[in-house]
């Protein structure tokens, strides 16, 4: 065996190795069995915070309404308060009741300054606590699930789930079967990038499985108490209504309500008291001196949706292109272009089906140039659209479709349609023309797109309806910030937005 031959399998050896390894290393990290102590409903002489039960009833893998439970452990503390003005739950408010706050837990302050933040001296609808922008919901909660950790940690419930010596021992394992590789490749003749590249190829999906197995892991005092939990989860599961009450109930169930939603007991009280992104089509704004509900509509689907005077002139191009097209295309063609027959009839280029399908491709191949959306896989889509005329020439309509003067059924159709499309267009570029118009409102919502050249939603609340339609932003232009008040320069007739400007709230 050769050199190259022995790094190689050398460096094949090392990754399967590492697999063993690691899987080993969750074998013997994984967390013992939860043993439910009888139903209770007692607490304990000093019990853990309602955040921390949510870590230990989540299995240690995540904080799942931990946020929402400390909410109402404050409420229940008399920090906060919950009201619920009529039968709905979800329009309960939460506001602050004055009273000082002290000997709080970082995860306990985090939370109580959201509230204030949202709620001030008024308060606020349950729903506003949500964030409007899925980063800072993602950083904030990543933050309150590192306290909540540190605090388990503490009282002896946690540890982290691989060592330091062990999780270095891995990540550096990780890199081992590509050294091996890349000197496989070097002694192969291969140049000094192209051995770096298959060097550390290998190391990717090891480090990626070793980040996901990265975590916490319960200790011995952690499972006794975790047992306990679920004795008093029980207890609160045996009381059928409580999965239906609503926050403001905790005025009645006091800390229990909080402990229920860290337990996954009470289902609507977790739905309602969210401190992710919150629902994107649905958001609280208090623009205009009042919290309402408005409803935000994205027009996805809307032609034209934020583009330019001569984006609108090219499409408006590339559908009037579809139609001059098809109409040369059906005036040019002869019958005796196709060879319907002879002993070459079903292999010849000039099969009926074949020449309509080509004449068709090559007509669309030229708007979408024109429309400038050519891109790497339109060649492939074009050939896959000769395909039908390719094999279907002898048979059905295509095969006498060089012999009907004029437009095609279909062809009159998409001619049509396609004028129809270049005279909306048209239409469009010139409304674009007209001047702007100006939008103050607050920003709810900054929504991105899948493409990312294409412009991004911006909805506004501007406090006079409860329906709102997002505004097209361009994908270069600056993202205002969630809550921040913006004086905006629009055209109405394609949504874009020109200009935008920040203004005092």
């Not at 330091?164 to 021992?169: K, M």
């Not at 060649?379 to 094999?391: D, E, R």
Request: hydrophobic residues 50%; contains cysteine; charged residues 20%.
């Amino acid at each position: 065996m050769s050199l190259e031959a022995q790094f190689y399998w050398g460096g094949a050896g090392l990754f399967g190795l590492w697999l063993a390894a690691f899987g080993l290393a969750l074998a013997a990290t994984r967390n013992g069995a939860v043993h439910p102590r009888p139903a209770s409903q007692e607490f304990g002489p000093e019990p853990e915070a309602p955040a921390v039960v949510a870590l230990l009833a989540n299995g240690w893998r995540s904080v799942d309404h931990a946020a929402a439970a400390t909410l109402l452990d404050l409420a229940a503390r008399g920090l906060v308060e919950v009201r619920q003005p009529a039968d709905d739950p979800a329009l309960s408010t939460v506001h602050l009741t004055g009273r000082a706050a002290t000997d709080l837990t970082p995860y306990e302050r985090r939370v109580l300054d959201r509230i204030t933040e949202q709620a001030g001296e008024s308060g606020a609808p349950v729903g506003a606590i949500a964030f409007r922008a899925q980063d800072r919901a993602t950083s904030w909660n990543g933050a309150l699930r590192r306290e909540i950790v540190a605090e388990a940690r503490s009282r002896g419930l946690s540890r982290p789930r691989f060592g330091v010596l062990a999780a270095g021992a891995l990540a550096v394992g990780a890199f081992c079967p590509g050294v091996l590789l890349a000197l496989g490749g070097l002694t192969g003749g291969h140049n000094l990038r192209a051995a770096v590249a298959v060097g550390v190829l290998p190391a990717i999906p090891l480090m990626y499985l070793l980040s996901r197995a990265l975590g916490e892991r319960a200790t011995r005092q952690g499972l006794e108490r975790a047992g306990h939990w679920a004795g008093v989860q029980a207890w609160l599961r045996a009381h059928e209504d409580f999965a239906r009450l609503p926050p403001a109930a905790v005025a009645v169930w006091d800390r229990y309500l909080a402990y229920g939603t860290a337990l996954g007991v009470t289902a609507r009280t977790t739905r309602l008291l969210g401190f992710d992104a919150g629902d994107k089509r649905r958001v609280w704004s208090s623009y205009g001196g009042a919290w309402r509900p408005v409803r935000i509509r994205y027009p996805r689907l809307r032609p034209g949706f934020g583009a330019g005077t001569p984006r609108l002139l090219r499409l408006a191009g590339a559908a009037a292109v579809v139609v001059v097209g098809l109409v040369l295309f059906a005036a040019l063609r002869r019958p005796e272009w196709a060879v319907t027959s002879g002993p070459d009839a079903s292999h010849s280029l000039r099969r009926p089906g074949l020449l309509l399908t080509l004449g068709w491709v090559g007509i669309g191949l030229l708007a979408v140039a024109v429309a400038g959306r050519f891109g790497r896989g339109t060649l492939f889509v074009a050939f896959l659209a000769t395909m039908p005329g390719n094999f279907a020439s002898g048979h059905g309509w295509l095969s006498h479709g060089m012999d009907h003067p004029g437009l095609l059924p279909g062809e009159t159709v998409a001619v049509v349609c396609f004028a129809a499309v270049a005279a909306y267009y048209l239409a469009l570029a010139v409304l674009e023309r007209r001047a702007p118009r100006t939008v103050t409102g607050e920003v709810l919502r900054m929504e991105p797109r899948r493409h990312p050249k294409a412009p991004r939603f911006l909805a506004v609340d501007t406090g006079d309806a409860d329906r709102t339609v997002a505004w097209a932003l361009p994908a270069g232009a600056p993202a205002p910030a969630p809550g921040t008040v913006v004086r905006l320069s629009v055209s109405v007739a394609t949504r874009a937005v020109r200009s935008a400007e920040a203004v005092p709230a």
